[in-house]
Structures are given as C-alpha cells and as structure tokens.
C-alpha cells in the first residue's frame, strides 16, 4: 500500500515538474519573441517581422497544453500547496500568452512602421524592450526558483520601465506637434511602447504570483508606479 501511495506521489510530483518547465519553456520563447521584434524595428525587416507574427500560434499552442495538464492535475484531489501551484500555473501561462501577444503586435507595427522615414525614436523604444525582456526573463528565473525576493525585486523594477515608457511618451508627442508629418510613424511608435509597458505589467503579474507560491495569501509589499502618461 505505503509503495502504491509513494509511486502515485512521485507520479504527482514529475507532472507538476514537467508543468513548470513547459511553462518557462513557454516563457523563454516569447522572451525570445520579443528580442526578436526589436530587432526587426531596428532592421526594418518585414520578411523577419512576418514570421515573428507567426510563431506566435505556438506559444498560444504551448498555453492550451498547459490548460490542459493543468485541469488533469486539479482532478487528482491536490492539496492546498499543491493547489496554490495549479492556480499560478493558469495564471502565469496567461500571461505569457498576453507577452507573446505584445511581441507579436509590436512586429506587425514595425511593417506599417518601415513605410515611413527612419525616426531617431526607435532607440527609445529599443531601450523601453530591452528592459521589459529582461523583467520578463529575471520574473521567469524567480518562478523556477520559487524566489519570493527575487520576484519583488521584478515587481519593484516596474516602476523604471514606467519612468523610460512616459519620457518616450512625452517625446513622441511633442515631435508629433511640432512636425506634422511624423504623426502617423510616430502613433506607431506609441502603440508599440504602450505594447512593451504592457509586457512589464504582466512581468509584475507574475512576480505577484510567485509571492502567491510561497506565502500564500500574506500581505504584498506595497509598491511604486510612474506612469504619467494618463496626465500628460
């Protein structure tokens, strides 16, 4: 009987592993992903920016296999632990669906981008991407690791990516007013930082649930936010 029970067990235990790594597997591809589109706004590459909106079905097909094996655990009666690891899982591959998402959007942007003049911007939005992909993979390792602290440090860090996201905001504007022309290139631009401050929201959203993993309902620390953009 006690074997039975230890092989159920460990049974149990190699599917909440193999859970977790599709799941950063899952997230290292759009981490990937967007490297990826802020290389194409860089290069101006239509062909590469195409692509990118096309593998983006794989992370939404990694995402369904994870509901799926997600329900097939819930199903085995799991404990409160094991429960508070099944709700992260939905919720963190939710989100890394939405990351993919952003990427993608951010890359067909670049196409409708590359029909107008070179702008200086996109190294501000270079910059806006680089850090939001490195929140995404700092939030990933933090999530494997089950580091509470290192998650806080992802969800403290937002408040950075909000300050580089409304400085961009601001200098798009006041180019787009003080050249007429630069509107429609420029509005591109801001759909495409907006994209990238989301990817930081849903880095937060992850850093949140891996404090859900280890303390379960415990107060969140609270926490700085800078966007101003709805004020300026």
Known sequence: ???????????YDDEQRRLLEEILRMGHMAAAQLDAALDVVERRDDKAAERIVANDEAIDAIERAIDHDVMRLALRGPMARDLRIILAALKVSADIERIGDYAANVAKRSTALNL???????RGLDALGRLAAQQVRDVLDAYRDLDADAAQRVRNRDAELDTLYTG??????TYMMEDARAITPCTHLLFMAK????IGDHATNIAENV????????QLPPREKRDATNSA
């Open 1 to 11: 009987m006690n074997q039975m029970h230890d092989h159920i067990v460990k049974s």
């Open 116 to 122: 107008s003049p070179p702008l200086p911007h996109t």
């Open 168 to 173: 961009l905001f601001r200098e798009l504007l």
């Open 195 to 198: 994209n990238l401050e989301r």
């Open 211 to 218: 404090w859900f993993l280890v303390h379960g309902e415990e």
